[in-house]
């Protein structure tokens, strides 16, 4: 027996990864096997030589190509005088043991197509993506079992890993340099693999992984630093119009505080060990103590966390986002604010309203008037004045009461309106009609939270520009009986 032979007390293979490039590799045989272990070695970089008495179609292609050297003959033991690696993958068995022998005697390892007793190395099954390779083995003795954890590993690899390893391949020696302690440099990849770069490959978005990575890279140094607070937007539902910065904050938080009108679905894309706490709810329908959301905040903050203040869509349009600030800032806490899309303008969108337009608005204001109190402060006869397109947050308790003012202070009983319920969600309902009737018919398609108003001239657009969801619900035809004009909703 030889040396290359594997004595029967010889329990696993090592795993090795082999850089061939510029050595010989020598094949004998030219049949089909040998052609699919060519097949393997092809862009390793291998100087590769096949011996054989003759060769096949696909051989000879590849020979006249010139990616392989062709040699038509013997196999003679001096051909493995300048080879690392040989192959034996001729149908001849005595040969293969041959050429095993040989390569043995050279200290040249070998692999014996189908004969693992003669091979000194064996070809794993391998899943690749880019560079990235998983090489699974079962050391011969169950290859079919080999091949099916391939086929399994081979679906739970997405194929964008190529592309995520030469990212981190060209970032490098910059991460290196930035972060040079290893349990932090350990910790800044688990954030960053985690996050959203890995997310953005996937989705075929090079550039803006770039991007995320490099900026992964310039907050690196403040990993394990104070903490901090991202005052975030989430948008109006749909997680489609999250912007990239509150997907990489939600992906970067130890700790997040949302409201309740923050989805699911948008949740469900932070990290997964991050903690949730929901501000909304905890308040248990009463009303929510922002006195107690700013101690959470600067609690979390101080002992190091990376806290998400995240609110449905933008924090700064009647979100108490200002008053947020104000108490990180007197605390001395960092903070940033992320924007998002607000009601308006989303709900404008997916109603197909376009909130200005030059023959009906030049301006949009963004209003509410949820409570008397808030009404008495509105300047009403500015309101009223047409030519502009009026966006009521928070107002489906007080229809009557935005009806009644604006009608008092001179905006036409006829000025259009569309409520828009659920705006970008599924379910997203748009009730169209005329300011005269507005609670009615609110009332009448028994409107609920979230609603938003929009009332001008432009609100007529959705009956012809619709796109998303159900068309719009015409309110005139089924609630033109009623003529109260002093009926408020309740939420
Ligand atoms: N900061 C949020 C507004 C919070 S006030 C933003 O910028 O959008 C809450 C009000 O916003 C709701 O009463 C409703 O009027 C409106 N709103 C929020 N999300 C909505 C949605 N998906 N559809 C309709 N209205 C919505």
């Known amino acids: 027996m030889s040396q290359a032979v594997a004595t029967a007390t010889s329990q696993r293979l090592f795993p090795l ?33 096949v011996v054989a008495r003759a060769a096949n179609a696909e051989i000879t292609a590849l020979a006249e190509q010139g990616r392989i050297a062709l040699q038509l003959g013997e196999f003679d033991a001096a051909q493995l005088d300048d080879a690392w690696l040989v192959v034996a993958a001729t149908a001849d068995e005595d040969c293969n043991a041959r050429v095993a022998e040989a390569a043995a005697a050279r200290r040249v390892f070998a692999n014996v197509v189908d004969d693992v007793a003669h ?4 070809f794993p099954a391998v899943i690749q993506r880019g560079r990235l390779q998983v ?3 079962s ?24 592309d995520l390893v030469e990212l981190f391949e060209r970032h490098r020696d910059a991460i290196r340099t930035r972060l040079r302690d290893l349990p932090q440099r350990r910790r800044w990849f688990e954030r960053v693999l985690a996050g959203v770069v890995p997310r953005l490959l996937r989705a075929r978005q090079r550039a803006a992984a770039e991007v995320a990575l490099q900026d992964a890279l310039d907050a690196a140094e403040g990993v394990d630093a104070q903490g901090s607070v991202l005052l975030v937007g989430a948008g109006p539902g749909d997680a489609g119009l999250l912007t990239l910065r509150a ?67 933008d924090p700064f349009v ?17 903070y940033e604010v992320v924007p998002g899309i607000t009601a308006a303008n989303a709900c ?44 009521f947050y928070m107002g489906v308790a007080g229809l009557g009461r935005i009806r009644d003012r604006l009608v008092a202070h001179g905006r036409a009983a006829t000025t259009p309106f569309a409520i828009v319920e659920n705006g970008s969600r599924p379910e997203q309902r748009v009730i169209t009609g005329t300011l005269v009737q507005l609670p009615e018919i609110a009332l009448a398609h028994s409107v609920q939270s979230p609603a938003l108003l929009i009332l001008g001239e432009v609100a007529a657009l959705a009956e012809r520009l619709h796109w998303f969801g159900a068309a719009p619900i015409d309110g005139r035809c089924r609630s033109a009986t009623s003529t109260s004009h002093s009926l408020d909703l309740a939420a």
């Open 135 to 137: 090489a699974v083995s």
């Open 119 to 122: 091979s000194a190395v064996q």
């Open 318 to 334: 009647f979100g108490r986002g200002g008053e947020e600030l104000e108490a990180l800032q007197a605390a001395g806490i960092r």
């Open 139 to 162: 050391g011969g003795a169950a290859p079919m079992l080999a091949r099916h954890v391939r086929a399994r590993v081979e679906a739970l690899l997405d194929e964008s890993l190529g």
């Open 247 to 313: 997907l990489r904050a939600l992906n970067e938080a130890d700790v997040i505080l949302h409201d309740h009108l923050v989805g699911a679905e948008i949740l469900a894309m932070a990290r997964r060990d991050a903690q949730m706490i929901d501000v909304g709810k905890q308040a248990q329908g009463a009303r929510v103590d922002q006195a107690w959301i700013h101690r959470l905040l600067i609690e979390h903050a101080r002992r190091g966390a990376r806290v998400v203040r995240l609110k449905g869509g």
């Open 17 to 49: 990864f082999a850089d061939l490039r510029g050595r010989r590799v020598l094949v004998v045989g030219a049949g089909s096997v040998a052609a699919r272990k060519i097949g393997a070695l092809l862009d390793t970089g291998a100087r590769i030589r």
């Open 348 to 391: 404008a969108a997916y109603a197909g309203i376009p909130l200005t337009h030059r023959d009906h608005a030049q301006s949009v204001r963004l209003v509410t008037a949820h409570c008397e109190q808030s009404a008495d402060r509105l300047d009403w006869a500015g309101l009223a004045q047409d030519r502009q397109t009026l966006a």
